[in-house]
Nanobody, 124 residues
Framework: QAHLVESGGGLVQAGGSLRLSCAAS????????MAWFRQAPGKEREFVAGITWDGGLRGYTNSVSGRFTISRDNAKITVYLQMNSLKPEDTAVYSC?????????????????WGQGTQVTVSS
């Protein structure tokens, strides 16, 4: 089955950086919009960043804008999330998702394929 696998999470001090990776299983993912979501305990799932199939458009939630960068390498069918200047409030499980279409959405319900998630913990 088509699937996504995240990696790169871990423990980091406030102000530090992490780069998350999302590796896809099939070449068809290179035609899909991709996004990163996160969910902290007791909170709703939150859109973090999205990218169109060709990387032409990228968008971010306000709280990470200027600190996080989403990118993709379709030759490697991998999507990345570079996270800089991390804050304790960034602590969450981060998941990547595919929309099976060219455009990304803010609504998690528009995504049909999800990775297992990777934990990011930022200490103060």
């Amino acid at each position: 089955q088509a699937h996504l696998v995240e990696s790169g999470g871990g423990l980091v001090q406030a102000g530090g950086s992490l780069r998350l990776s999302c590796a896809a299983s099939e070449r068809t993912f290179s035609t899909y919009a991709m996004a990163w979501f996160r969910q902290a305990p007791g909170k709703e799932r939150e859109f973090v960043a999205g990218i169109t199939w060709d990387g032409g458009l990228r968008g971010y939630t306000n709280s990470v804008s200027g600190r996080f960068t989403i990118s993709r390498d379709n030759a490697k069918i991998t999507v990345y999330l570079q996270m800089n200047s991390l804050k304790p409030e960034d602590t969450a499980v981060y998941s990547c998702a595919a929309a099976q279409g060219p455009n990304y959405y803010l609504d998690y319900r528009r995504y049909t394929i999800w990775g297992q998630g990777t934990q990011v913990t930022v200490s103060s």
